[in-house]
């Protein structure tokens, strides 16, 4: 019953990006062909929207779900691994037609293939797991 609230918001966000068209293969090849807003709207959004809400959060003092305090611990921004993640990640996106976040939605729908996608995503976690501490960080 705790879980229940993560589902219920999980659902929700299922089928926001559903009715957004996010998780559209047709969508995603317009946005890596540059031939359309929507989705760069999107993601465009979704950053400003973010950034908001993390400076709400920050400047008024917002507790979690389970009542703890949000803090905000400052990273290390190492351009050459997050340019090398972040070619990954869209090479991935680019070949496969979908970003992690709509893997399950699209398996809801009934797309069978995409069950071939999460098995790569789970492996490449396990992998990166086995890996972690011999990567930098």
């Given at each position: 019953?705790?879980?229940?609230?993560?589902?219920?918001?999980?659902v929700?966000?299922?089928i926001?990006?559903?009715?957004?068209?996010i998780?559209?293969?047709?969508?995603?090849?317009?946005m890596?062909r540059?031939?359309?807003?929507?989705?760069?709207?999107?993601?465009?959004?979704?950053v400003?929207?973010?950034?908001?809400?993390?400076l709400?959060?920050?400047?008024?003092?917002?507790?979690?779900?389970?009542?703890?305090?949000?803090?905000?611990?400052p990273?290390?921004?190492?351009?050459?691994r997050?340019?090398?993640?972040?070619?990954?990640?869209?090479?991935?996106?680019?070949?496969?037609?979908?970003?992690?976040?709509?893997?399950?939605?699209?398996?809801?729908?009934g797309?069978?293939?995409?069950?071939?996608?999460?098995?790569?995503?789970?492996?490449?976690?396990?992998?990166?797991?086995?890996?972690?501490?011999?990567?930098?960080?």
């Amino acid at each position: 019953m705790k879980l229940l609230k993560y589902l219920l918001v999980g659902v929700l966000f299922g089928i926001t990006l559903a009715k957004a068209e996010i998780i559209s293969w047709y969508r995603i090849y317009e946005m890596f062909r540059f031939e359309s807003f929507h989705m760069y709207g999107v993601i465009g959004s979704a950053v400003v929207l973010g950034a908001i809400g993390v400076l709400l959060f920050k400047k008024s003092g917002f507790k979690s779900i389970e009542g703890e305090e949000i803090s905000f611990i400052p990273k290390n921004f190492s351009v050459p691994r997050y340019l090398l993640g972040g070619t990954l990640f869209g090479l991935g996106w680019a070949l496969i037609g979908a970003c992690p976040g709509p893997i399950f939605i699209l398996i809801g729908y009934g797309y069978a293939s995409v069950l071939i996608v999460l098995a790569g995503a789970l492996l490449g976690t396990f992998v990166y797991g086995l890996l972690r501490e011999k990567l930098p960080h």
